[in-house]
């Protein structure tokens, strides 16, 4: 079992940044072994995958937040990360992190770990 818990949201203004956090913990010895991923859900919407890194540290992001939003890795602190720069009020969304064994999936119910979402507001 993987533990995630993401830190890092917030209300900022539009074109503000903010860097999200996802720490893994408990059976987290093999976190380097897992695909890593970014979902979000506004409300009323459903929860969609931004973005992802596999374990070769290759990010892949959806169009929207393409030239925006950076993930990146630090498996030597089981820690994912998410940049996020020229935010914009559609990027208003519970962020959550999620992880899954091996390769990296597009759909949420490909992931078996995840954490318990922070908040993103922007405003304009």
Same mark, same amino acid.
């Given at each position: 079992?993987?533990? @995630?818990? &993401?830190?890092? !949201?917030?209300?900022?203004?539009?074109?503000?940044?903010?860097?999200?956090?996802?720490?893994?913990? =408990?059976?987290?010895d093999?976190?380097?072994?897992?695909?890593?991923?970014?979902?979000?859900?506004?409300p =009323?919407? &459903?929860?969609?995958?931004?973005?992802?890194?596999?374990?070769?540290?290759?990010?892949?992001?959806? %169009?929207?937040?393409?030239?925006?939003?950076?993930?990146s890795?630090?498996?030597?602190?089981?820690? @994912?990360?998410?940049?996020?720069?020229? @935010?914009?009020? &559609?990027? /208003?969304?519970?962020?959550?992190?999620?992880?899954?064994? !091996?390769?990296?999936? @597009? =759909? /949420?119910? %490909?992931?078996?770990?995840? !954490?318990?979402? /922070?908040?993103v /507001?922007?405003?304009?």
């Open positions: 079992q993987v533990h @995630l818990v &993401e830190s890092g !949201g917030g209300s900022v203004q539009a074109g503000g940044s903010l860097r999200l956090s996802c720490v893994a913990s =408990g059976n987290s093999n976190y380097s072994r897992h695909c890593a991923a970014w979902f979000r859900q506004a =009323g919407r &459903e929860r969609v995958r931004i973005g992802d890194i596999g374990t070769n540290h290759v990010p892949r992001y959806v %169009d929207s937040v393409k030239g925006r939003f950076t993930i890795r630090d498996n030597a602190k089981n820690t @994912l990360y998410l940049q996020m720069n020229s @935010l914009q009020p &559609e990027d /208003t969304a519970m962020y959550y992190c999620a992880a899954r064994p !091996g390769a990296c999936m @597009l =759909g /949420t119910s %490909d992931y078996n770990y995840w !954490g318990q979402g /922070t908040q /507001t922007v405003s304009s």
